[in-house]
């Protein structure tokens, strides 16, 4: 199935729902007449009993001289013109009005700076017996999506940055570059026969030649930008497929939200911007995706909503097997849950369900397939996935890397910690962000905590000395 | 050129270029200009006291890395290194909070102002009493026109957050309304 929904008077119509049965009410826009079914839960409060129903305190108006009338909703309402629901993107979307433990959550907010190399705890991260963890590359703050030049270098993108970095390996020898700067959300990054492509919010641009300019302070040139501006779910994940595509996706542009045809999928296209298709639907937000080096399947993340509740939904590990397949979002989550919003009227056996779930909250971002011989012979063809790990849970979740190993078929046989110690007393020592499979056979890791990212490799060590 | 605008803009302090001074050194030069109680006197300019120590280190960020374009903060942050940003950030979360300069008077901007803080949530994330927390800056008590400054740089996307969540806040605010904001959250007591 694949959705047409037009955006105007719709997606005003559900921005109000959600301000329905959002933290707080909002008096009603005259947009909330043109909305469409509603689900039943949410009655439209009488205008005047919106600000009354806020939970949390008003700042206290003392200050006010005695004269003056303490503001009431009702005195203040003529004055103030409809007030906006929540921005779609507000975290705030969905939270339970009535809970004070809810209350307490919030995105944990993202480290500026980067952790000194000296001080970032990889001794703390513990692999399965007979494999190492080590320091590859650290100052790169927020390090994110990971891309690999056929001459060794790595690149790496961020989210809260402007810059994407690139790490060559000379003779052993690293060294951390600063490729570009000056780039709005430059989450992802890919690169094909010299060419690194950069993902930034609303443009997709490439760096001919890359490995050339590495200390040039290259112009990325634009490819595409027929991309919405959303901040929310904005930034991309890049990858290239066996098709020799460009992939990435655009997320729903909010924590639940009813989109428009241009937001919630995956998109592919040509390396020089050409052919744009959308191929799969119902997403709420990747931030990862690899293909199955056997079926050539392309295999995806999927992030669950907010404020469900403490254990669910899980995020989503989806499997594309046609063109054009919806995965259920804001519909269904996890494939067995009709979402209290805008599942009415549905059901999960509408849309394609996942494969795995990959735990409450759990952020599951960047995959691979691990296509390398230095791991032992059980881990050839089976999947990593990095757990950046939880917000929206009191007692946190993910902060791991996970090894999901599939049957013959390419269904899940099961899932298990792989890399832990990113999370530890409910705080974060690191954020693995993205995998990435090394010619050698070792696996590299992005930390967007400490702004580093590790090489994992197995049998006896040769120390590499990190940077 | 450059250092004749920067020198206009700073009017009251001198102009003291990235330099190997330690950041206690320089730390009367930022005062100056921002206030040495934590309470700027100077139109445009933010006072800092007791601001949030992760929000300070964020924006020392931006400048350094011209993510946040606001001269003469683009100089004055060249050249710092990252433990720099975190003894300022760390100096000046401790310098006191600035104070209420006078009471609000106008009932009706206040009425107005209260009502909109309820409907977005701005007490939620910068709390109840608007002193922030970790990158959610301290407001309250901020200079007016400061306040008006920074809401309007952040609809018209001339200011980058650190993430997006104040352009989307502020999106549907109108002007106005942003007057109205400014002129209570200057004034909290």
């Known amino acids: 199935m694949i959705r047409r929904i037009s955006a105007g008077p719709l997606l005003a119509g559900a921005l109000c729902l959600f301000a329905a049965t959002a933290v707080a009410q909002q008096q009603d826009s005259p947009a909330q007449s043109a909305a469409t079914p509603a689900p039943a839960a949410a009655p439209a409060p009488p205008p005047a009993a919106a600000p009354a129903m806020t939970p949390t305190p008003a700042p206290p108006v003392a200050a006010a001289p005695a004269a003056a009338p303490a503001p009431t909703p009702v005195a203040a309402a003529p004055a103030v013109p409809a007030a906006p629901a929540l921005p779609p993107g507000s975290p705030l979307i969905g939270r339970p009005a009535s809970s004070e433990a809810a209350s307490r959550l919030a995105p944990v907010p993202i480290p500026p700076l980067a952790t000194a190399a000296d001080k970032i705890p990889v001794d703390q991260f513990k692999a399965p017996k007979g494999f190492n963890i080590e320091l590859y590359a650290s100052g790169m703050p927020n390090a994110r999506s990971l891309a690999l030049s056929d001459k060794g270098t790595v690149f790496v993108g961020s989210r809260v940055q402007d810059k994407v970095y690139a790490i060559t390996n000379k003779d052993g020898k690293r060294q951390v570059h600063v490729l570009v700067s000056g780039l709005y959300r430059p989450n992802g990054v890919a690169f094909k026969n010299g060419t690194l492509y950069i993902a930034e919010l609303s443009q997709i641009s490439k760096i001919d030649n890359v490995d050339d300019k590495i200390d040039a302070s290259p112009k990325p040139v634009v490819i595409y930008n027929d991309l919405p501006k959303d901040e929310a779910h904005g930034w991309k994940f890049l990858a290239i497929g066996p098709d020799n595509k460009l992939y990435f996706e655009v997320g729903q542009p909010g924590n639940n939200v009813l989109h428009d045809d241009a937001h919630g999928q995956l998109r592919r296209m040509n390396f020089d911007g050409t052919g744009a298709e959308k191929i799969a639907f119902g997403i709420r937000n990747t931030v990862g995706f690899d293909w199955n080096p056997k079926t050539k399947e392309l295999y995806f993340t999927d992030n669950g909503r907010d404020w469900l509740s403490e254990d669910l939904p899980n995020d989503e590990l989806n499997r594309i097997t046609k063109l054009g397949q919806d995965f259920g979002a804001p519909y269904c989550y996890q494939g067995n849950i009709a979402d209290p919003e805008f599942g009415w009227g549905h059901s999960c056996s509408e849309f394609v369900p996942p494969v795995a779930l990959m735990g409450p909250h759990a952020a599951a971002l960047g995959m691979r397939f691990y296509t390398g011989t230095m791991f032992p012979a059980e881990y050839r063809d089976q999947i990593f996935v990095a757990r950046h790990g939880s917000w929206n849970k009191t007692n946190k979740f993910g902060g791991d890397i996970a090894l999901v190993k599939l049957n013959k078929d390419g269904s899940v046989k099961s899932l298990e910690p792989f890399i832990t110690g990113f999370l530890q007393n409910n705080n974060y020592l690191g954020r693995p962000v993205d995998v990435m499979n090394m010619p050698d056979g070792s696996m590299l890791i992005s930390d967007d905590w400490n702004g580093a990212v590790y090489r994992v490799s197995y049998g006896p060590t040769k120390k590499v000395a990190g940077r | ?189």
């Open chain 2, 1 to 189: 050129m450059r250092r004749i605008v920067l020198a206009l803009t700073l009017g009251c302090c001198a102009a003291l270029p990235a330099s190997a001074q330690t950041v206690q050194e320089r730390l009367p030069t930022c005062l100056a200009c921002h206030g040495e109680n934590g309470q700027s006197q100077n139109a445009g300019v933010p006072s800092l006291g007791g601001q949030q120590a992760f929000y300070v280190t964020v924006q020392l960020l931006m400048f350094r890395e011209r993510m946040r374009v606001a001269e003469p903060m683009n100089d004055m942050a060249k050249g710092l290194s990252d433990d720099d940003l975190r003894s300022f950030a760390d100096i000046i979360s401790k310098v006191p909070p600035p104070q209420p300069t006078e009471a609000p008077t106008d009932a009706d901007r206040v009425a107005r102002a209260v009502a909109l803080i309820q409907q977005n949530r701005c007490n939620v994330c910068h709390l109840p009493s608007f002193a922030g927390q970790q990158n959610v800056p301290r407001i309250a008590d901020q200079r007016e026109e400061y306040l008006v400054k920074a809401l309007r740089g952040y609809k018209d996307n001339s200011r980058h957050g650190y993430d997006g969540t104040m352009a989307d806040v502020v999106a549907p605010i109108t002007d106005a309304q942003i007057l109205d904001l400014a002129y209570y959250i200057a004034r909290v007591k």
